[in-house]
């Protein structure tokens, strides 16, 4: 995954070309069946230029909070060495809408905008959980200073999940168990 973060980069300034290069990296996740299908990456700066990319890692980390937004925000924090992006001009991308915990999380982070692929609708649609968020989640986020754009690429975000899915991939979700049983500390 670091090398294909390493040898690409949007092909555009455009939010299409940013989210498209997202999904490109949610594909290269999907090969290695390396985690869940959600991708994200923080832009910074007038160019928008990538920071810091983020995948799903919650099954392999063991972390019920290895979202790929959450991820990719703590990637873009250490890499500018502040716990707050906001005089960064930072733009966070992700491959389908903010769950209940990402949703909290994007305003601590300091981003100003955020550009969403699928639909949460779409991940429920294939068994996730996208926990109790406002209805009026977006205004919220516009009333707190960071702009939302949705739908950006969801039908081939949408494809991607379902082809996850499809292929069997966990469908993890935490107040339901888990499909592996937890271990005790002895
Ligand atoms: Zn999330």
Redesign the pocket.
């Known amino acids: 995954m670091a090398g294909f973060v390493a040898a690409s980069k949007p092909e555009s300034a455009s939010r299409e070309a940013r989210m498209a290069w997202v999904l490109d990296l949610l594909e290269q996740q999907l090969h290695h069946h390396s985690g869940g299908p959600f991708a994200a990456a923080v832009f910074a700066g007038e160019a928008l230029a990538p920071l810091a990319v983020g995948l799903n890692r919650v099954e392999a980390t063991c972390c019920s909070h290895a979202?790929a937004?959450?991820v990719a925000l703590a990637a873009a924090e250490q890499r500018v060495g502040s716990y707050s992006l906001a005089g960064a001009s930072c733009q966070l991308v992700t491959s389908c809408e903010?769950?209940a915990?990402?949703f909290g999380a994007i305003p601590w982070s300091g981003v100003v905008s955020l550009v969403c692929g699928a639909a949460s609708e779409d991940a429920r649609a294939i068994g996730f959980d996208e926990g109790a968020r406002h209805p009026q989640w977006q205004q919220q986020l516009a009333q707190r200073g960071v702009a939302v754009q949705t739908g950006v690429h969801r039908d081939r975000a949408r494809m991607l999940m379902a082809r996850y899915a499809a292929a069997g991939g966990t469908i993890y979700n935490g107040m339901a168990g888990s499909a592996v049983p937890a271990r005790m500390p002895a």
Do not use: A, S, W
């Open positions: 979202h937004e959450m903010p769950c915990m990402c």
